[in-house]
């Protein structure tokens, strides 16, 4: 299984747009086959997705979609710092 950590903050201005495409991202990634878990939290204008995938073949194929790449590069103006990934591995 694969963890991964996504931080995306976007401004303060954007967040109601942000959230809207956010929700859009998370319905659509739940659909993956490889997706175990793809839960969604948030605080003002950070919102904090924790995944878990079967296997790097079904991240990869998740890392393709046209949903994640679109909401990468539509909401790049929109975000005060770049999204931050973070794959991890459990420890206890």
């Known amino acids: 299984m694969i963890s ?3 931080i995306i ?5 954007s967040t109601d747009e ?3 495409m956010v ?6 990634t739940r ?3 490889a997706c175990i878990r793809y839960d ?4 003002d204008n950070i919102f904090i997705i ?3 995938w079967t296997d790097q073949a079904g991240l990869d194929i998740h890392n393709k979609q046209t949903y994640l790449l679109d909401f990468i590069a539509k909401t790049e ?6 999204i931050q990934v973070y794959k991890t591995t459990q420890v206890l």
Do not use: G
């Open 50 to 52: 924790w995944e878990e």
């Open 4 to 6: 991964i950590t996504a």
């Open 31 to 33: 659909n993956e086959a």
């Open 40 to 43: 969604l939290h948030y605080t």
């Open 9 to 13: 903050k976007s401004k303060k201005e």
């Open 18 to 20: 942000v959230k809207e």
């Open 23 to 28: 929700h859009h991202l998370v319905n659509s």
């Open 77 to 82: 103006n929109l975000l005060a710092t770049p």
